[in-house]
Nanobody, 119 residues
């Protein structure tokens, strides 16, 4: 089991920046995948950015060049730096961790943090 706690959400004007952080309750050094997802009202949850073993990263097209995901194995955290925010970035942002346990894939989610971008 692992608990994930997100922080850093809030209200920001368009063009501004926020930094989200996700703290895991134990080591993330050997984790298969961690990522940030978001869900806007009336929409499905979507992947925003992910980081996998070997620090390979991937981003949704809508955030490329504006968002950066990073991990700190010493602190057991992953961060999402969000720049040039747009009103359409408004959503609840969730942290996800994927762990491989033998042949099983374990998925863990945080409770989310709200990001609101005003125009």
């Amino acid at each position: 089991q692992v608990q994930l706690v997100e922080s850093g959400g809030g209200l920001v004007q368009a063009g501004g920046s926020l930094r989200l952080s996700c703290a895991a309750s134990r080591s993330i050094f050997s984790i298969f995948f961690m990522g940030w997802y978001r869900q806007a009202p009336g929409k499905e949850r979507e992947l925003v950015a992910g980081i996998s073993s070997g620090d390979r990263t991937n981003y949704a097209d809508s955030v490329k060049g504006r968002f950066t995901i990073s991990r700190d194995n010493a602190k057991n955290t992953i961060d999402l730096q969000m720049n040039s925010l747009k009103p359409e970035d408004t959503a609840v942002y969730y942290c996800k961790l994927v762990e491989l346990v033998g042949v099983n894939v374990m998925n863990y989610w945080g409770k989310g943090t709200l990001v609101t971008v005003s125009s």
